[in-house]
């Protein structure tokens, strides 16, 4: 694994700046993307801890990032459609973080070339809370929000 | 070993649109059962989709994620009869890997 960043450090050249912000961001040097789960930052219990684990700046708020087929009222917290997509250039990941759950980081998304910046999923939520889309673009953060209300919660015990 | 995902994959002009159903619990590790002991996190924490062997999304995932997680993403190229390959893997180490045919 090292020596294919070492290979990518010889290479030079634009794209090796952006490859090594991309590597250095979200995981760490050298892993592939799906390798390794990111324990840390999925332990976060807020933004800024979890922009912290990530290696991320202070997000900008954007109207890019836009949620679609997301109610605003839930009626079930363990199961809510979250649909983002993202109109920032050159968007390379889009991560989803709902502020009021234990844990606020709750999927992390990387859209290689030729992948629309569109996903859907759908979460769980343990109450009416604050939904954030986290998109990275061109080694850039930018943030979106939309409050989801929680009639009946979804962590329940 | 986890029953097999649902995956369907139809391509519209020059983008293809994929959809998976996954077949897992989900456990996020917050809960307690009935003698009162937390119930250990068991969820997927990685997904990997390609075509043609390139890989065209990966995730990863938190326990956050619903029972049963859904997904649906699209990439440009595709052609009927392609083949889309979906991969998770959970906290247990448990893997599955499931194929479907561009229609």
Known sequence: ?157 | MADPMKIRANVVGDTTEVKVLMSHEMETGQRKDAQGKTIPAWHIQTVNATWNGKTVLSAQWGPAVAKNPFLSFKFKGGAKGDKVQITWTDTRGDTRTDEATIG
Request: some cysteine; proline content about 6%.
């Open chain 1, 1 to 157: 694994m090292d020596s294919k960043r070492r290979d990518m450090l010889k290479t030079g050249g634009g794209l090796t700046l952006l490859s090594l912000v991309a590597a250095a961001g979200w995981l760490k040097p050298g892993d592939g993307w799906a390798a390794e789960w990111n324990k840390a930052a999925f332990d976060t219990k807020s933004m800024d801890e979890t922009l912290k684990t990530i290696g991320a700046t202070t997000p900008a708020q954007s109207k890019d990032i836009t949620f679609f087929s997301t109610p605003d009222i839930a009626e079930n917290g363990a199961v809510v459609p979250i649909g983002i997509t993202s109109a920032i250039p050159k968007t390379e990941s889009i991560a989803i973080l709902v502020e009021k759950n234990p844990n606020m980081l709750t999927a992390v998304f990387d859209i290689p070339p030729g992948t629309e910046p569109a996903i859907s999923t759908r979460v769980k939520m343990g109450q009416s809370s604050n939904v954030y889309a986290l998109v990275k673009a061109d080694g850039k953060y930018y943030v979106a929000s939309k409050e989801i209300k929680v009639t009946l919660g979804g962590c329940g015990g």
